[in-house]
T-cell receptor, first 115, second 115 residues
Framework: GAGVSQTPSNKVTEKGKYVELRCDPI?????LYWYRQSLGQGPEFLIY????????DSGLPNDRFFAVRPEGSVSTLKIQRTERGDSAVYLC?????????????FGSGTRLTVV | AQTVTQSQPEMSVQEAETVTLSCTYD???????LFWYKQPPSRQMILVIR??????QNATENRFSVNFQKAAKSFSLKISDSQLGDAAMYFC????????????FGEGTQLTVNP
């Protein structure tokens, strides 16, 4: 596609529920990143995929968070047993192999609200 | 670990005037890139300008320019002839010059442009 697409745009869920957030990167971009942006803060890194594999998942806060990219394009961020502290905007970005050189393209994010 | 600090939570400028946003960073690496991103209410991160650390010349993009002081680890953004459309949250960010490098963001500066 022309840009990075994230769905849904907004998601409200009840505490304890399971949610999935989807990211559809730019076609041909092998690198995909997930970030979490809490209110009034800068985005924080969660996980990086190169192709199908998670090359760096050091930013995932705990084992309730998991992400997949089975075919090397679309990625899904999965959050189990959601907590109110998980409320944030979840941003996805994609790039050619080296984002710092080729540039990162961001989606508009999913605003997750846990009530 | 790399850190990025923006010490100005809010800034304001009159339309057509010039404003400078500050950013400092900490790293022990020599190969890295610095970025300024703009985030309007649409939430999408938009690249404003990028600087390669190995380049001594300051980057410029139309009305936007940076003052890159490598020894001082300072990277400020100057916006000339400010326009109403420049109003947004601005984030300074850092990335290593390696494949798959993630962005590390500062806390952001909210810029208001007064007519």
């Amino acid at each position: 596609g022309a840009g990075v697409s994230q769905t849904p745009s907004n998601k409200v869920t009840e505490k304890g529920k399971y949610v999935e957030l989807r990211c559809d990167p730019i076609s041909g971009h092998t690198a995909l990143y997930w970030y979490r942006q809490s209110l009034g803060q800068g985005p924080e890194f969660l996980i990086y995929f190169q192709g199908t594999g998670a090359a760096d998942d050091s930013g995932l806060p705990n084992d309730r968070f998991f992400a997949v990219r089975p075919e090397g394009s679309v990625s899904t961020l999965k959050i189990q047993r959601t907590e109110r502290g998980d409320s944030a905007v979840y941003l996805c970005a994609s790039s050619l192999m080296q984002g710092s050189v080729h540039g990162y393209t961001f989606g508009s994010g999913t605003r997750l609200t846990v009530v | 670990a790399q850190t990025v600090t923006q010490s100005q939570p809010e800034m304001s400028v009159q339309e057509a005037e010039t404003v400078t946003l500050s950013c400092t960073y900490d790293t022990s690496e020599s190969d890295y890139y610095l970025f300024w991103y703009k985030q309007p209410p649409s939430r999408q991160m938009i690249l404003v300008i990028r600087q390669e650390a190995y380049k001594q010349q300051n980057a410029t993009e139309n009305r936007f320019s940076v003052n890159f002081q490598k020894a001082a680890k300072s990277f400020s953004l100057k916006i000339s002839d400010s326009q109403l459309g420049d109003a947004a949250m601005y984030f300074c960010a850092y990335a290593l010059g390696t494949s798959g490098s993630r962005l590390t963001f500062g806390e952001g500066t909210q810029l208001t442009v007064n007519p």
